[in-house]
């Protein structure tokens, strides 16, 4: 059964280490933000894609928005996000994490009762664009967007968040995969070489 939850794809990002719009590169022949829209649709109720160029995204079939709070990269689109989806609660992805877990997302998803954030921490650090937010964030986000701080771990302090270490769910088949980011070229033409 699917979870009462939306799954966001933040899909604003300028892609200057890529030269063009990461979203629609080609992963084993399909793009990426379909690659991830295929797997938040058989997990969640309703998704949605936040992006400032709403025509190429069309024909996707889902609900698409643009920043409610222009220019201010990913934590305008998270605001965004949270602010049309249908549910209190949300995943919210990068649109350049082809290889998504749905046994991590599931894990992680489960763990957001009495909580306004879930958010797992790996060896790299916390991964704030593969988190679970409810919308108790709004408020927060708004607050520190007016303070013209940028890094959408910033409104964290003044927000319930639950960190989740990597030792809590190693113990996930392929779970590392979930957080690979494909942010240049080169990380393009090695996730056309793994086994899909």
Not at 109 to 114: H, M, N, Q
Not at 134 to 156: H, M, P, Q, W
Not at 167 to 190: C, H, R, Y
Request: with cysteine; hydrophobic share 40%; aromatic share 10%.
């Amino acid at each position: 059964m699917k979870k009462r939850m939306t799954g966001v794809i933040l899909s604003g990002g300028k892609s200057l280490r890529m030269g063009h719009d990461k979203a629609f590169l080609e992963i084993g022949g399909l793009p990426m933000i379909e690659r991830i829209l295929r797997v938040l649709r058989a997990l969640f109720e309703e998704t949605l894609i936040v992006t400032n160029e709403i025509d190429p995204y069309r024909r996707f079939d889902t609900s698409i928005y643009s920043d409610a709070i222009p220019d201010r990269g990913a934590l305008g689109g998270l605001y965004t996000g949270l602010l049309f989806s249908s549910f209190d609660a949300s995943f919210c992805v990068g649109c350049d994490m082809p290889f998504l877990n749905p046994s991590l997302i599931s894990y992680l998803s489960d763990r957001i009762e009495g909580h306004d954030a879930v958010v797992p921490r790996t060896a790299d650090g916390l991964q704030p664009l593969h988190a679970v937010y409810s919308r108790n964030c709004l408020g927060a986000i708004r607050r520190v967007i007016e303070e013209k701080k940028d890094k959408v771990t910033d409104f964290y302090p003044l927000v319930n968040v639950k960190v989740i270490p990597e030792s809590a769910f190693s113990f996930l088949a392929g779970w590392k995969e979930s957080f690979l980011n494909v942010n240049t070229p080169e990380d393009l033409d090695q996730a056309n070489t793994r086994d899909l």
